[in-house]
């Protein structure tokens, strides 16, 4: 094997696709930097890459020519119609057993149907999942990787050296499964990071609003709880934009419009929960949250008439500091007990054989909700890999029931003083239900059966078996199909 070939090619030289060559150039490996506009090519050699042992193709031609054999070909493009164009480009350029990457935020429907279209063409297909931003592909993300398992080998050592290390510096990067399986779990991480970032928000309002404090006095709250079982990205960088000050000494912070947008992520973890049949209700509060915050000219009119209660309670200071980062930290366990309801469900659904120990271990360096707590998640599956449900984890029983005090608390004052608290009182919600042997269901199914003939199971007959009652004395016999529970 010539030695003068290239490792592998990163194609689209965003600021994504740039970083992550200089990572890999960092680490030993040789890349060849490509992108359809090739001006940016010579654009990037002269001033990112200049000095480093990168090289520029200025041809699809060029850029196969120079890869080691099997060929491995990443694409950083936008998800969507250009992966599908750039898979077309490049094709009839390569040949049997050759990689081609996708490192986008795809929809892992998308990653399935191509890996069965490349695969037919006798080639190999990788749908991974980046997550960290530009710092993180530069310096470390994280990496999960999925598609066809003949590609692992030949991407491995390229993946896991440039991967951030997170617990007891293994490398946050490891084969998740077959077809869509790796960016289906980028898909869940990008919908808890929703419901990070709201349940961290609400407790911004808490403590602006009924806790009195200042921007610097919030900043040092989240820089404290940053030190305990909150530690986490997110907690560390709001700390660090409540104490940012604009040049003329005000806080940038408050001159940001409180209109938050999304990409998509979120809306596909929601769509992919309901279709699984799987309460994800945290991320789906986070997101209807951004939606609500969206109708801010609504919102500014709605603020004239609408009136919520009177004066505010009284609250004691520090107790009401130390309850909110309690429910906070109640409410994560919720979020992240949901996201994996969704992995392994899809998992069954999908015939997907995913550690999700391994998971938690990817998710434990270089991504956005990275975070201290993510350890603990991984010990569960470690302990228990069968374990149906992070609430059933011993670690995790304790947790909340140490918290469930605070937790309560905090959502009633909210409630009782007029703040929103969607994530939270979601999260709070959902532990009730979830902790219950017993809920109102029956009465949703009897008036099902009413109006509808949609039939019932009884608690005195066999699983399986379906009723239908004449509940008005005027309806016939025949029932409706039965139903899913």
């Known amino acids: 094997m010539d030695e003068n070939l290239a490792d592998i090619a990163v194609m689209g030289l965003a600021v994504m696709g740039q970083n992550l060559i200089l990572n890999m150039n960092d680490h030993g490996f040789k890349?060849?930097?490509?992108?359809?506009?090739?001006?940016?090519?010579?654009?990037?050699?002269?001033?990112?890459?200049?000095?480093?042992?990168?090289?520029?193709?200025?041809?699809?031609?060029?850029?196969?020519?120079?890869?080691?054999?099997?060929?491995?070909?990443?694409?950083?493009?936008?998800?969507?119609?250009?992966?599908?164009?750039?898979?077309?480009h490049i094709l009839p350029h390569l040949e049997a057993g050759d990689i081609i990457i996708d490192g986008g935020n795809t929809l892992f429907s998308d990653t399935v149907r191509r890996q069965e279209y490349v695969e037919s063409k006798g080639l190999l297909y990788v749908g991974t999942g980046v997550s960290g931003g530009e710092e993180g592909a530069r310096n470390g993300p994280s990496i999960m990787p999925g598609g066809s398992p003949g590609a692992w080998p030949y991407i491995k050592d390229i993946f896991q050296s440039i991967a951030a290390k997170g617990s007891n510096d293994e490398p946050c990067c490891e084969w998740v499964g077959d077809g869509g399986a790796g960016h289906y779990v980028k898909m869940v991480h990008n919908g808890i990071e929703y419901g990070d970032m709201q349940l961290i928000?609400?407790?911004?309002?808490?403590?602006?609003?009924?806790?009195?404090?200042?921007?610097?006095?919030?900043?040092?709250?989240?820089?404290?709880?940053?030190?305990?079982?909150?530690?986490?990205?997110?907690?560390?960088?709001?700390?660090?934009?409540?104490?940012?000050?604009?040049?003329?000494?005000?806080?940038?912070?408050?001159?940001?419009?409180?209109?938050?947008?999304?990409?998509?992520?979120?809306?596909?973890?929601?769509?992919?929960?309901?279709?699984?049949?799987?309460?994800?209700?945290?991320?789906?509060?986070?997101?209807?949250?951004?939606?609500?915050?969206?109708?801010?000219?609504?919102?500014?009119?709605?603020?004239?008439?609408?009136?919520?209660?009177?004066?505010?309670?009284?609250?004691?200071?520090?107790s009401l500091i130390e309850n909110i980062g309690k429910a906070l930290y109640a409410s994560k366990i919720i979020s992240y007990t949901q996201g994996y309801m969704l992995i392994q469900t899809a998992a069954k659904e999908y015939g997907w054989n995913i550690n999700f120990g391994s998971v938690a271990q990817?998710?434990?360096?270089?991504?956005?909700?990275?975070?201290?707590?993510?350890?603990?998640?991984?010990?569960?599956?470690?302990?228990?890999?069968?374990?149906n449900n992070l609430l059933l984890d011993s670690f995790f029983v304790s947790a909340i029931s140490e918290n469930q005090d605070a937790w309560r608390k905090v959502i009633s004052l909210g409630v009782?003083?007029?703040?929103?608290?969607?994530?939270?009182?979601?999260?709070?919600?959902?532990?009730?239900?979830?902790?219950?042997?017993?809920?109102?269901?029956n009465l949703v199914q009897a008036q099902r059966d009413y109006f509808g003939a949609h039939t019932y199971e009884r608690i005195d007959k066999p699983s399986g078996e379906f009723f239908h009652t004449n509940w008005t004395g005027h309806g016939g016999t025949t029932s409706s199909s039965s139903y899913n529970a």
């Open 362 to 387: 990817m998710w434990t360096g270089g991504c956005i909700i990275r975070s201290r707590f993510l350890s603990d998640i991984k010990a569960a599956y470690d302990n228990t890999p069968e374990l």
């Open 201 to 318: 928000a609400e407790s911004y309002q808490l403590l602006k609003d009924l806790a009195g404090l200042d921007n610097q006095e919030m900043s040092d709250v989240f820089k404290k709880w940053n030190t305990g079982v909150l530690d986490s990205y997110l907690i560390q960088i709001t700390s660090e934009i409540l104490a940012y000050k604009d040049t003329d000494g005000s806080y940038i912070v408050d001159k940001i419009l409180d209109t938050a947008g999304q990409k998509g992520t979120g809306k596909w973890t929601n769509m992919s929960a309901a279709e699984l049949g799987q309460p994800a209700t945290v991320i789906s509060e986070a997101l209807f949250a951004r939606f609500t915050s969206a109708l801010k000219d609504q919102r500014v009119k709605a603020s004239k008439v609408l009136k919520g209660p009177g004066n505010k309670a009284e609250v004691d200071k520090q």
């Open 416 to 441: 009782e003083n007029g703040i929103p608290l969607p994530a939270f009182s979601a999260a709070i919600s959902f532990y009730d239900a979830y902790r219950s042997e017993r809920l109102p269901a």
């Open 31 to 88: 890349v060849i930097a490509f992108n359809r506009t090739v001006s940016k090519v010579d654009d990037f050699l002269n001033n990112e890459a200049n000095g480093t042992n990168v090289v520029g193709a200025h041809s699809v031609e060029e850029m196969v020519a120079g890869l080691k054999k099997p060929r491995r070909v990443m694409l950083m493009v936008k998800a969507g119609q250009a992966v599908d164009e750039t898979i077309e």
